[in-house]
């Protein structure tokens, strides 16, 4: 009898808790990849939202933080579990993070239900800049198709006349080819899918693209086998040969191993770490002393989002209950971007420009440097597909 | 037909990389009677050690070297401190032990070498293809690969057909007990069969380092489908081993190279290029059920005991 009375006071107890007038911290649920080969990926994203946390003095919206980091383990369906995690036990008031867009599709259902608002901060799946946009998913990456796109815009520069286009066989590595394909004029001589994520020999598909004669290779590799692949492209005597153009495939996580092999080798990207505006300048500046390492745009993606939450939140004096007002805030983006200026299209993806990378050697180090513009304020495809209910 | 045999080459190649490890895990499997899982940690450790070895000598061979000899003695060791107490037990047992050593080995790689990996660089000359026929075209490294993998399966067929040593692990393989009333030491003998099988691994590690990069976790994938390859070539068999590896890498690379293209002519050229990868990497596993079926023993099946 004591017993069951201490239980039901217990349970009063915990039942009562929730109706606490104010929300004293906000919670944000952080999903990303922590273990295994492509760890540096998700250790990159948490370092610059503690950085960008840190610039806010630990506070969003003036209120104090908690943040419940989970590890999808690259997979989809670790990936989804950790979401209904986050939103159903931890009840977080925002979920970032997201760096595959497999895991990305596989999450967004209850993501979506239980109107989380959510901020992706990489995966850039077409889908959810079409037909499954949603009112309470925004994104500080781009769309998949967008950066690939930039490329083949600088390829048609160039002159390129044939092309072998080559990535692995997921949701985004599709996403990559299309957005080429749609943009590069010349003619596309093969078109390669490899196996994702264990297919990391490339040997098959090299001698295909030898074979095929084109002017040019495009790959899309993202993480530990873009290494693989731009490593096994130069053994194969190719570089020499017939040019490499690619879309993220060569960063800041993958430079210090890649060293020479990937001098000389363009990619486009929206960020790059030397883009001349105040916010970036410091942000960089700040992460190479905390870090010793220089962060890629994975961080630079992620320490978006924190500006970006903490202007919605003072925007609605951190009343999450108002669903519509946050939205509107979010929709504004009234923060200082790494990006310089930053603006949402009417489906939650960015509208912004795409820049010409290339590998310097500077004294030991090697370094990603602008070299041009080669897209501005652009637009993804497929928003006109997105109708937000 | 150039191309073909460029890519018959390439097919080669991954055959002989799958022999190495499938070699050290037959021997192990066929005079030990014991299924190592940990095959593919002593992979890894032979790409780590080489990479630390050749960014402190400077020079690559001399980092492979030096790496054989650790992946030899952290081998032996692991025989004498782990694995002896599973000899004579379950097979189950063999599977949860070692698979307790792949968890051992990759943190204990985190902990010394960190998450992040390391990489192997090879010498500038290396970084070339070369004519082996008129117009075909193929890495040289890669025939480097080919090269030294042929010379070290001669050396393992002399060791062990026409040494000592060799007929005495024969002859363990044959008659465990018998060996050891004969007054030859069969512990020894087990220490020395599972360091050769680990400094097998240790090589194939070491030399697939500059191609794939060194990483946690690098040799549980490859590990499957040396489990396959002595599956099909008959386990304890070396010769098995050899021609089922050539087998798979040839039926891998050539079915990934021709399968997207056949699947084209009957398919759209999306859902070709998509379900492409998937089916030709299923044509290994199909192989191995229709060897299952039909020859259980292998193709190649050691001498019944």
Known sequence: ???????????????????????????????????????????????????????????????????????????????VQ???????????????????????????????????????????????????????????????????QAVGLYMNQKGVKSAFLIGPNYAAG?????????????????????????????????????????????????????????????????????????????????????KDLALGIPGAQEWVNDLP?????????????????????????TYDAVGLIDSALKAVNNDMSKKEDLRKA???ADFKSVRG??????????????????????????????????????????FQNCHMK | MLYFIEQSLNGVQLGMLLFLLAAGLTLIFGIMDLVNLAHGSLYMLGAYFAATFAAMTGSFIAGALLALIATLLVGMAVEVIAMRRLYGRDHLDHVLGTFGLILFFNELVRLIWGPAGMTLALPSEMLTAVQVLPGVYFPLYRLVIIVSTLAVALLLYVLVMRTRIGMLIRAGASNREMVGALGINIKLLYTLVFGLGAVLAGFAGLMQAPILTVQIGMGENILILAFVVIIIGGIGSIRGAFVAAMLVGLIDTVGRAFLPDLMRLFLSANAASTAGPAFSSMLIYMLTAGILVFRPEGLFPAATR
């Open chain 1, 82 to 148: 950790k979401t209904q995690k986050l939103i159903e036990s931890d009840k977080v008031d925002f979920v970032v993070g997201y760096i595959w867009s497999n895991v990305l599709l596989a999450s967004l259902k209850p993501l979506v239900d239980s109107q989380t608002f959510t901020i992706v901060t990489n995966a850039g799946a077409s889908q959810l800049a079409g037909e499954l946009c949603s009112p309470f998913v925004f994104s500080t990456s781009w769309n998949n198709d967008q950066t690939p």
């Open chain 1, 174 to 258: 599709k996403d990559m080819l299309e957005g080429v394909a749609a943009t590069f004029k010349g003619q596309i001589v093969g078109r390669e899918l490899t196996r994702w994520p264990d297919q990391l020999d490339f040997s098959a598909e090299l001698s295909k693209a030898r074979a095929a004669k084109p002017e040019a290779i495009f790959a899309f590799y993202p993480g530990g086998a873009g290494i693989q692949f731009i490593t096994q492209y130069v053994q194969s005597g190719l570089k020499g040969q017939i040019p490499l153009y690619t879309a993220f495939t060569i960063d800041e996580l993958s430079l210090p191993r890649l």
């Open chain 1, 341 to 382: 200026s930053f603006k949402f299209g009417p489906n939650h993806i960015p509208i912004q420009n795409f820049y010409l990378q290339d590998v310097v050697k500077q004294g030991d180090d090697y370094v990603l440097k602008t070299v041009a513009t080669i897209v501005e304020n652009d637009q993804d495809k497929h």
């Open chain 1, 1 to 79: 009898m004591r017993k069951a009375l201490l239980a039901t006071a217990a349970l009063l107890i915990i039942t009562a808790s929730p109706a606490m007038p104010q929300q004293k911290t906000i919670k944000i649920g952080f999903i990303s990849t922590f273990s295994g080969p492509v760890a540096a990926i998700g250790n990159d994203m948490r370092n610059s939202f503690e950085l960008g946390l840190d610039h806010n003095g630990r506070k969003l919206g003036g209120l104090p933080v908690e943040v419940i980091y989970e590890d999808d383990l690259f997979k989809p369906e670790v990936g």
């Open chain 1, 277 to 301: 505006n105040e916010a970036n300048k410091k942000f960089v500046a700040d992460y190479k002393a905390k870090y010793k390492s220089s962060p890629s745009f994975y961080g630079a993606q």
């Open chain 1, 330 to 332: 979010l929709e504004k």
